[in-house]
């Protein structure tokens, strides 16, 4: 009998605890979040997850998104990835550079989205700078079958539920980062 007792004061309390903790998080009770704390967040999530979808549009306006094997971000949030020049994304950043960058998480039940302004960068310097030498098979001659890709954040949108870094309980809006312009 004791340890039936036991086990419906345990469950009561673990009922109890997860009432709790839903009541916080729908009453809109959630912690704030620094700019810095997210940008860490973010750049957490980033790193550990490496691929990426780079999200740009087409001569008609569709989305195109394609996995990119992204460098981890830069002091500034800046995101580079290398691609062939004759690519697809290469003329649709030239002709609207304005692109979307989407990571996620599974494991942790987390993403980030990037809203930026995107550039073709055929720099010797940074083609160096930015390479990977498992990339050599796909870019046998670096001068001419290289490029890279420049993402400048614009907005920056982080979740993380099991960190408790969520939307919005009413709208769902992502916790949020707005960079200024250069």
């Known amino acids: 009998m004791r340890s039936r007792e036991f086990a419906i004061r345990f469950c009561a309390v673990v009922v109890l605890i997860c009432a709790a903790a839903l009541t916080a998080s729908v009453s809109g009770q959630q912690r704030q979040w620094s700019k810095d704390e997210l940008i860490a967040e973010a750049r957490e999530i980033m790193t550990a997850t490496r691929y990426c979808a780079l999200i740009s549009l087409d001569k008609s306006g569709r989305a195109q998104a394609r996995?990119?094997?992204?460098?981890?971000?830069?002091?500034?949030?800046?995101?580079?990835?290398?691609?062939?020049?004759?690519?697809?994304?290469?003329?649709e950043i030239r002709r609207h550079p304005r692109v979307t960058l989407y990571y996620f998480d599974r494991e942790n039940q987390a993403y980030v989205t990037i809203h930026g302004i995107a550039r073709v960068v055929n720099d010797r310097n940074e083609k160096a700078r930015h390479w990977k030498d498992d990339w050599k098979a796909f870019y046998p001659d670096r001068d001419k079958n290289y490029l890279l890709i420049e993402v400048q954040p614009v907005t920056l949108e982080v979740v993380n539920t099991k960190k408790g870094l969520v939307g919005d309980s009413k709208t769902w809006r992502p916790p949020t980062v707005e960079f200024s312009r250069r």
Do not use: C, H, Q, Y
């Open 67 to 91: 996995t990119m094997d992204a460098f981890a971000p830069d002091e500034k949030m800046v995101v580079w990835f290398g691609t062939n020049p004759l690519s697809r994304k290469v003329a």
